[in-house]
């Protein structure tokens, strides 16, 4: 998939429903498998008519889906959506590839002079010694 | 950086802020480099102002900087938050690979299954034909 490929559309939905932490919290417990809605619903104190609100955006933004066969409808998770957005993010990652790796050889560099310093200094302080121990 | 290390009240911001098409393209823009307001504001068909909306949650979101020294102060493109979005995207990205792993082994099957398919029906035309022949 190439970054003409995305339809800007469902990046809107995406990433709006991704900007909330109960829906990614929901999205994260869907990693781990399908489940039922009053499942999903346990670990937050939310009623279930909240938890279903959320869901609804995360269907409209095709990034759940259900079975229509079983009674209890679980909910299971649609990666394609991420996968979109990951790789419209992406275009951005020669950005902080680039400042990170340009602060690390900055560290780099000041680590080696500092070391550089450390050296003389000790050096020196080997020199003053010696020129004390010779008087 | 690590899945843990991210704040989760940035994610909400960064996702909210690029649910917008407009605010995408704009970080778009910025990174090809830095740029004043109404550079940013040309390919659009908007207001001066309305642009300068968008800035604002850009720059709430922390995607955005800009210079208070020079008059036009240009914007310039923040992409850490970016990163952290990416992260997040990121731990499912098994799932993607996953499943588009199965698909193209699937693809992969069926194409030599069509294979094996069109040499056996090749074979027997040539027996059939061979056997005409005789006649």
Avoid: C
């Avoid at 346990?42 to 229509?68: N, T």
């Avoid at 990951?86 to 990170?100: D, P």
């Avoid at 560290?107 to 010696?130: C, F, H, P, V, W």
């Amino acid at each position: 998939m190439s970054y003409q490929q995305i339809d800007s559309r469902r990046l809107d939905t995406t990433f709006a429903a991704l900007s909330d932490p109960t829906r990614r919290a929901i999205l994260g417990r869907l990693a781990k498998g399908e489940t039922t809605v009053s499942e999903l619903a346990k670990p937050f104190k939310m009623s279930q008519p909240a938890i279903s609100k959320h869901l609804k955006v995360l269907e409209r933004a095709g990034l759940i889906s259900y079975s229509q066969i079983a009674q209890s409808r679980p909910r299971k998770l649609e990666v394609k959506p991420l996968k979109e957005a990951s790789v419209w993010l992406e275009e951005f990652r020669r950005f902080w590839e680039l400042s990170f790796g340009r602060l690390d050889s900055l560290l780099e560099e000041l680590k080696i002079e500092g070391e550089q310093k450390k050296g003389k200094s000790q050096k020196s302080n080997k020199t003053t010694k010696g020129k004390k121990n010779a008087k």
